[in-house]
């Protein structure tokens, strides 16, 4: 198996702009979560779905963060309009369930100009 | 509300030396228990996990953590550590029978010659 594909690896906007960043899970987990990673506030859980539903999504900063996930093979986060503050390193993790190990991405190291 | 705390910021220990990385939590119900490290530029990797059973769990790399319930403590240990070892390590938790995992702020140990 590929791994958790995340695209894409690098992202560098500037303020105001739409940012879409991409996931594709491994093949047959039921489990996927965004994470976001900085500096200041380590490793972040923005949001996770189950099954393709989202169930909790209390990590997501604000109005400005959306995430999807249209079938089990695909996920995105959005963010519009992009702030520098935004700048950090995105990664999704899927797993096969509750205690199952997370497997990550490479992250999408995401830079707001 | 779970969460992780991860007393130390930066553990700087030389070669061969035993390294010892804490971990506390707080949740009101059980909990299963993940250590993850991430080397540079990269995901993190689940090292070891703690669902049920036995207190003492075994990783990869030589690594163990144990478990102390009165303690809610989840401390990472190695007897004897390797340059290799240089990397951040995150301790995790999350309530049996939910789907989210929340991580500490991850220690950075690095291992000098």
């Known amino acids: 198996d590929a791994g958790v594909i995340q695209s894409p690896r690098h992202e560098v906007t500037e303020m105001g702009q739409e940012v879409t960043l991409r996931c594709k899970p491994i093949?047959?987990?039921?489990?996927l979560f965004w994470y976001r990673q900085t500096m200041m506030r380590g490793l972040e859980l923005l949001i996770y779905?189950?099954?393709?539903?989202?169930?909790?999504d209390s990590g997501m900063p604000e109005d400005r963060f959306s995430a999807k996930m249209p079938n089990a093979s695909f996920s995105t986060l959005k963010i519009q309009p992009s702030e520098p503050r935004d700048s950090a390193v995105y990664f999704c993790?899927?797993?096969?369930?509750?205690?199952?190990?997370?497997?990550f991405g490479s992250g999408t190291q995401l830079s707001v100009l | 509300a779970q969460s992780v705390t991860q007393l130390d910021s930066q553990v700087p220990v030389f070669e061969e030396a035993p390294v010892e990385l804490r971990c506390n939590y707080s949740?009101?119900?059980?909990?299963?228990l993940f250590w993850y490290v991430q080397y540079p530029n990269q995901g993190l990797q689940l090292l070891l996990k703690?669902?049920?059973?036995?207190?003492l769990v075994k990783g990869i790399n030589g690594f163990e953590a144990e478990f102390n319930k009165s303690q809610t403590s989840f401390h990472l240990r190695k007897p004897s550590v390797h340059i290799s070892d240089t990397a951040e390590y995150f301790c995790?938790?999350?309530?049996?029978?939910?789907?989210?995992?929340?991580f500490g702020k991850g220690t950075k140990l690095s291992v000098k010659p």
């Open positions: 093949s047959g987990h039921n489990s």
């Open positions: 949740s009101s119900v059980s909990v299963y």
């Open positions: 993790a899927s797993s096969s369930g509750k205690g199952e190990k997370l497997f």
């Open positions: 995790a938790v999350n309530d049996v029978g939910q789907g989210n995992l929340i």
């Open positions: 779905f189950n099954n393709n539903v989202p169930i909790d």
């Open positions: 703690y669902l049920s059973g036995s207190t």
